[in-house]
């Protein structure tokens, strides 16, 4: 038997994975034990913080103690980002790219290994490896995917210094054919954006809900000046971008706006603003995989990164029928390249066979009645439960009446969507549902759209599906709703984020899935996430018990219980 154990903590989303024999035995994000959202935030003096939690859960899942592993894979590669220094030709904010700033930045991750030592109480250097940031993630998309070869492409803020990879994966190997450097990043200038319009900068989620309300040619010219397309490849306008500055002067006098602070009120030049970009992250997608196409003649596409999760993007690629098939890594953001730089050692640096496709995501912990039972008691008086027989039918019969109801079962997810066992759910033919769940559940802004749960054979019906993506099973790629009977899970421009459920793989929402088909006639259900505004998706029982009392959902399952409030 032989073990590795991949991790990831260089800037956020720390996360760890563990393989047994090159099968993913446990994967878990850091902020579902910690409840901190992100894990933590990207600073040059803290990426050897690492996902202890998280680390701990995957061995224990394993049956193994830290000193025990055979291997373990870090995704980044220390000595590559030097070549950041001094590129922004300014200082950057933070301590980013600037000499002091990137030796503290390399300090703290060449620490990693005498910390993981230290934890262990044993020497684990001759164990460790770095694995570049971008192979991880491609690593993380092609080796878990159903093809023997496939073209790939990872995109997201920064690795090293590398923001896009182009390239393709054949059997165990991964062949690069091109790569994209910072300052040209694509992840980045979302956080910029995102900033711009008075979010956060991991808000680039809340930016693509808006920007269907927005107009994108208001701003094209400007977005084509901040951001140029050639053929398989863009450029970033660095002098407007600015990527690194807390400044945002170039960016208000390129759109002749003003940033937006939180919490003012949005106007219908921040949707336009956003909406071209959009427009333009979709132009650099197909862009990307047609380049893809033409250099690898591949027939399938593999895709990973922060910027891989814009659902808008992967279905534009799709629509442009250059690839029979997509596969996007549900982890898709950087938690993904702890698994990745796991199955980086496994395959390419031990040259050992391809063992494991990748059908579900639930990889995290489950929690057994007991230790619900235990938190449910820490709540007596705010809260009331009973035991209920069949958790599937009294869950149904709450969301036919019409109720929004927390779902909480099995394994956790691993990535950033609730694929039906950490979700809130409810009746997507409710008009009002949206708007709802936004202002009194989730608290989050008006505008944010929400997904939806489909049974795979009768999705069809609703959704205009760009093909046979395994895409679609983990809400990774958008899709124009057929009608108008389901406003809940309909976005302002007529799309969907859908999740096809098939019958293997996803055994709870499933079950939830065809009792409420029978029930209502409808084979959907909107499903978000069971956590609120600036909380990561619930872990524990404890986690979702506090979602359900600091919000107005209506109830809570959590088998074989049924949680409300007193």
């Given at each position: 038997?032989?073990?590795?154990?991949g991790i990831?903590?260089?800037y956020h989303?720390?996360?760890?994975?563990?393989?047994?024999?090159g099968?993913?035995v446990?994967?878990a994000?850091?902020?579902r034990?910690?409840?901190?959202k992100h894990?933590?935030r990207?600073?040059?003096?803290?990426?050897?913080?690492?996902?202890?939690?998280?680390?701990?859960?995957?061995?224990?899942?394993?049956?193994?103690?830290?000193?025990?592993?055979?291997?373990?894979?870090f995704?980044?590669?220390?000595?590559?980002?030097r070549?950041n220094?001094?590129v922004?030709?300014?200082?950057?904010?933070?301590?980013?790219?600037?000499?002091?700033?990137e030796r503290v930045?390399?300090?703290h991750?060449?620490?990693?290994?005498?910390?993981?030592s230290?934890?262990?109480?044993?020497?684990?250097?001759?164990?460790?490896?770095?694995?570049e940031h971008?192979?991880?993630?491609?690593?993380s998309?092609?080796?878990?995917s159903?093809y023997?070869?496939?073209?790939?492409l990872?995109i997201?803020?920064?690795?090293?210094?590398?923001?896009?990879?182009?390239?393709?994966?054949?059997?165990?190997?991964?062949?690069k054919?091109?790569?994209?450097?910072?300052?040209?990043?694509?992840?980045?200038?979302?956080?910029?954006?995102?900033?711009?319009?008075?979010f956060?900068r991991?808000?680039a989620?809340?930016?693509?809900g808006l920007?269907?309300?927005?107009r994108?040619?208001r701003?094209?010219?400007e977005?084509?000046?901040?951001l140029?397309?050639?053929?398989?490849?863009?450029?970033?306008e660095?002098?407007l971008?600015?990527?690194?500055?807390?400044?945002?002067?170039a960016?208000?006098?390129?759109?002749?706006?003003?940033?937006r602070?939180?919490?003012?009120?949005?106007v219908r030049?921040?949707?336009?603003?956003?909406a071209?970009?959009?427009?333009a992250t979709e132009?650099?997608?197909v862009?990307?995989?047609?380049?893809?196409r033409e250099?690898?003649?591949?027939k399938?596409?593999?895709l990973?990164?922060?910027?891989?999760?814009?659902c808008?993007?992967?279905?534009a690629?799709?629509?442009a029928d250059?690839?029979?098939?997509?596969?996007?890594?549900?982890?898709?953001?950087?938690?993904?390249?702890a698994?990745g730089?796991?199955?980086?050692?496994?395959?390419?640096?031990?040259r050992?066979a391809?063992?494991?496709?990748m059908s579900?995501?639930f990889l995290g912990?489950?929690?057994?009645?007991d230790?619900a039972?235990?938190?449910?008691e820490?709540?007596?008086?705010?809260?009331r439960?009973e035991?209920?027989r069949?958790?599937?039918?009294?869950?149904?019969?709450?969301?036919?009446?019409?109720?929004?109801?927390g779902?909480f079962?099995g394994?956790l997810?691993f990535?950033p969507?609730?694929l039906?066992?950490?979700?809130i759910?409810?009746d997507?033919?409710?008009?009002?549902?949206?708007r709802?769940?936004?202002e009194?559940?989730?608290?989050?802004e008006?505008?944010?759209?929400?997904?939806?749960s489909?049974?795979?054979?009768?999705a069809?019906?609703?959704?205009d599906?760009a093909g046979e993506h395994?895409a679609y099973?983990?809400m990774?790629?958008t899709?124009?709703m057929?009608s108008?009977e389901?406003?809940?899970v309909?976005?302002?421009?007529g799309?969907?984020?859908?999740?096809l459920?098939t019958p293997?793989g996803?055994?709870s929402?499933?079950?939830?899935l065809?009792t409420?088909?029978?029930?209502?006639?409808?084979?959907?259900?909107?499903?978000?996430s069971l956590?609120?505004?600036?909380?990561?998706?619930?872990?524990p029982?404890?986690?979702?018990l506090?979602?359900l009392?600091?919000?107005?959902?209506?109830?809570?399952?959590?088998?074989?219980?049924?949680?409300?409030r007193?």
């Amino acid at each position: 038997m032989l073990t590795i154990l991949g991790i990831n903590s260089a800037y956020h989303e720390s996360a760890a994975a563990l393989l047994v024999d090159g099968r993913c035995v446990a994967a878990a994000e850091e902020e579902r034990f910690t409840g901190i959202k992100h894990a933590k935030r990207a600073r040059i003096d803290n990426p050897d913080e690492l996902p202890v939690h998280s680390m701990c859960w995957c061995l224990e899942r394993g049956g193994l103690q830290l000193d025990q592993v055979d291997a373990i894979a870090f995704s980044f590669s220390p000595g590559l980002r030097r070549a950041n220094v001094g590129v922004d030709g300014e200082s950057g904010a933070e301590g980013w790219g600037t000499v002091e700033g990137e030796r503290v930045f390399e300090d703290h991750l060449l620490a990693v290994p005498r910390r993981l030592s230290e934890l262990a109480s044993s020497d684990l250097t001759e164990r460790f490896f770095w694995v570049e940031h971008h192979h991880a993630h491609a690593a993380s998309a092609f080796f878990p995917s159903p093809y023997p070869s496939a073209a790939i492409l990872s995109i997201d803020g920064i690795g090293e210094v590398t923001t896009t990879w182009l390239g393709r994966g054949e059997g165990i190997d991964l062949i690069k054919e091109g790569a994209i450097r910072y300052p040209h990043s694509l992840g980045l200038l979302w956080e910029k954006i995102s900033l711009f319009l008075g979010f956060d900068r991991y808000a680039a989620g809340t930016t693509m809900g808006l920007a269907a309300w927005g107009r994108p040619g208001r701003y094209r010219p400007e977005m084509e000046r901040l951001l140029q397309v050639d053929e398989g490849r863009f450029r970033v306008e660095a002098s407007l971008a600015r990527l690194r500055s807390d400044s945002f002067a170039a960016l208000e006098g390129l759109f002749g706006i003003p940033r937006r602070k939180p919490g003012d009120p949005l106007v219908r030049e921040h949707m336009d603003v956003a909406a071209a970009l959009q427009e333009a992250t979709e132009r650099v997608g197909v862009s990307l995989a047609q380049w893809l196409r033409e250099r690898t003649g591949e027939k399938s596409l593999c895709l990973a990164g922060g910027v891989a999760l814009n659902c808008r993007m992967n279905e534009a690629i799709a629509r442009a029928d250059l690839f029979e098939s997509i596969f996007v890594q549900p982890a898709a953001h950087d938690a993904g390249t702890a698994l990745g730089a796991a199955l980086w050692v496994w395959h390419v640096h031990r040259r050992e066979a391809r063992r494991w496709t990748m059908s579900h995501a639930f990889l995290g912990p489950a929690f057994e009645p007991d230790r619900a039972l235990g938190a449910l008691e820490r709540f007596r008086g705010r809260l009331r439960w009973e035991t209920v027989r069949d958790p599937v039918e009294v869950a149904v019969e709450r969301l036919a009446g019409g109720e929004c109801i927390g779902w909480f079962h099995g394994q956790l997810e691993f990535g950033p969507r609730a694929l039906g066992n950490r979700s809130i759910l409810c009746d997507p033919r409710q008009d009002g549902a949206a708007r709802r769940l936004n202002e009194r559940v989730k608290r989050r802004e008006w505008f944010r759209p929400f997904a939806g749960s489909f049974l795979t054979e009768e999705a069809g019906g609703w959704l205009d599906l760009a093909g046979e993506h395994p895409a679609y099973r983990y809400m990774t790629m958008t899709a124009a709703m057929r009608s108008g009977e389901l406003p809940g899970v309909t976005h302002r421009d007529g799309t969907c984020r859908p999740q096809l459920v098939t019958p293997k793989g996803f055994t709870s929402l499933r079950a939830v899935l065809e009792t409420f088909r029978d029930a209502a006639g409808v084979p959907a259900l909107l499903n978000t996430s069971l956590n609120l505004r600036g909380r990561p998706l619930a872990g524990p029982p404890s986690a979702a018990l506090r979602c359900l009392l600091d919000s107005e959902l209506d109830a809570l399952v959590i088998p074989p219980y049924l949680v409300e409030r007193t």
